[in-house]
């Protein structure tokens, strides 16, 4: 137990052990399920970024699909131009493709960020959504990309051999998403250890008091935005080369909330509560679709709803407040360990 | 000349609409500082309120001012009957949480509605009951001034006057301008806070339900969803007079509802949601609080 668990701190191991599970995944289960783990880390990526944004640096942003829009269009516009090499190179084609991605959601961020990052509160809420509703009329007016018809055709994982294997296009772009999750997480997780990560959280606690400790609040807000754009749109690059098509409807004001469900479900300041949380929030309107099937009526948005609204009541603070998983462990393992002192 | 008037007059009637919608988004955030966002779907649940009960009386095809009345009292009563039951079931036991709680609990019911109301009354759209009969009343060179434009604009001011009324010269107006003052002073000086909150979320839901029925006589299709843009738009227009402040509500209304139709008159109609939105940032990037709201000072 002791070993995985400090294994679980190098990126790189952890790496090689959830791409093991995707081997299993892939020969074990169906494509459905398949491309469903695809949006459960699509959606970590998501809430881990935005919780940088919402939870850290305690900033509300509702725009977070805009960002995630800037991205995915990108990055399936670049691949329009740069063909996508068959066999084991395409890996590094799509790498390409999420840099770039998340490097111009990152700028969006930026111009979004600056002047509005002077706002508080609602106003800050309102505008970020506006910015996000933007970005989207902008998409379905522009007819390079689509326009409201959507971008058909984009291209994603394709099998290829190694050697006398067969990589499948399952596991091509499930290591590509695990390695962007894993990227989210450690930058992340270090960052808020550090001292960049302290001015985050100053920002959040008093921001007052933060600024005559020296730190340069707006900055500081901008730098956590920026940080947190490039992730979604990181997030947008492979939502766009998995699900082959891009529709600005599937980036309206939806998505963002959906984002800040999984931050707020998860707790303000937890990283692996947005985890779970993006796990959760994917995975329960699909669990529910055999009730669908009985009923004859689609109620699981129902149920999703109310649910949300009874959590809010019944457990303010989301799943797991501002600890994390770790610290749970942590926890237990000092309640199991005998003669404990305290 | 006559075009530009001609959007003018429609711009009045679509702000003016915007403007009753808005109010409640206002009197809400005035009080509890939430951003509530079922209100929309409390807007959406009056129309079919409306359109219920004009099939159940049998007035859908009898166009007339007492089919008005009627419908109005019923989008009204549904409406503030929705409200005082959100607010009771899913605001008040989240009184003392943190805001961001408090809003996406908002969300949750908004979501709640839209999916309840595509279970119970279809996804698809159903014609709303013809209230009034459109006809030109005059004509001005051109312009044209239509019986619903009319009927749109008498009716939103009746209420506004009857909110203005209520607000400001009535004693339950005085108690609820004290609770969003100051909550817990209010409180010490007598006032049933919570009665007051119930209060504001009835007339803010009745406000939501006489849009409705005008949204529903000027476009006579409702859905489930339609209360998803018109709602976030009232709200843009609630922040961008200056959320909490009620001239604030009815002034950025109307610029919406103006901005909006000269956009679709002179561009290009589909940029119409995004205009919105531009028109907000901007406003809100020159006047961070709105046009009319109040300055805060921060304290440390």
Known sequence: MKILLQSMKTPLITFLVLLGIGLFIDIGVNAYIQLILIYILINMILAMSLNLVNGYTGQFSLGHAGFMATGAYTSAYLST????????????????????????AALAGLVVGLPSLRLKGDYLAIVTLGFGEIIRVVLLNTSAVGGARGMYGISGPTDWTLGEWTVSKFVTGYSHAIFWVLVCFFTLWRLIRSSHGRAFLSVREDEVAAESMGVNT????????????????????????YANYLNPSSFSFMRSVDAVIMVVLGGMGSLTGSIVAAMFITIVPEALRPLQEILGVDIRMVIYSLSLVLLMILRPKGLFGTTEITDIIQWLKRKMSPGASR | ?????????????????????????????????????????????????????????????????????????????????????????AYRPLRKAPKLNILITAIGVSLFLEYT???????????????????????LGGVQIKSLDVAVLAITLLMMLALNFLIYRTKIGKAMRAVSTNVVVASLMGVNTDRIIAFTFIVGSSLAGVGSVLVGMKYPKIDPLMGMMIGLKAFVAAVLGGIGSIGGAVLGAMIMGLSEEMVVGYLSSTYRDALAFGILIVILIFRPSGLLGKNTVEKV
């Open chain 1, 81 to 104: 131009l740069i063909p996508v090499p068959a066999g084991g190179l395409q890996i590094f084609s799509f790498l390409l493709f999420a840099v770039c991605g998340g490097t111009m």
């Open chain 1, 218 to 241: 707006t900055q500081t807000k901008v730098r956590a935005f920026v940080l947190s754009s490039f992730f979604a749109g990181v997030a947008g690059s492979i939502f766009a080369h």
């Open chain 2, 1 to 89: 000349m006559e075009d530009f008037f001609q959007h003018v007059i429609n711009g009045v009637s679509l702000g003016s609409i915007y403007a009753l919608i808005a109010l409640g988004y206002t009197m809400v955030y005035g009080i509890l500082q939430l951003i509530n966002f079922a209100h929309s779907d409390v807007y959406m649940v009056g129309a079919f309120a409306a359109y219920y009960s004009a099939q159940f009386l049998g007035i859908s095809e009898a166009p007339g001012i007492s089919t008005l009345v009627i419908l109005l009292a019923s989008a009204m009563i549904g409406c503030s009957l929705l409200g005082l039951m959100i607010e009771r079931f």
């Open chain 2, 117 to 139: 109301a595509q279970v119970i009354f279809g996804a698809d759209p159903k014609v709303f009951p013809t209230v009034l009969k459109d006809s030109v009343i005059v004509e």
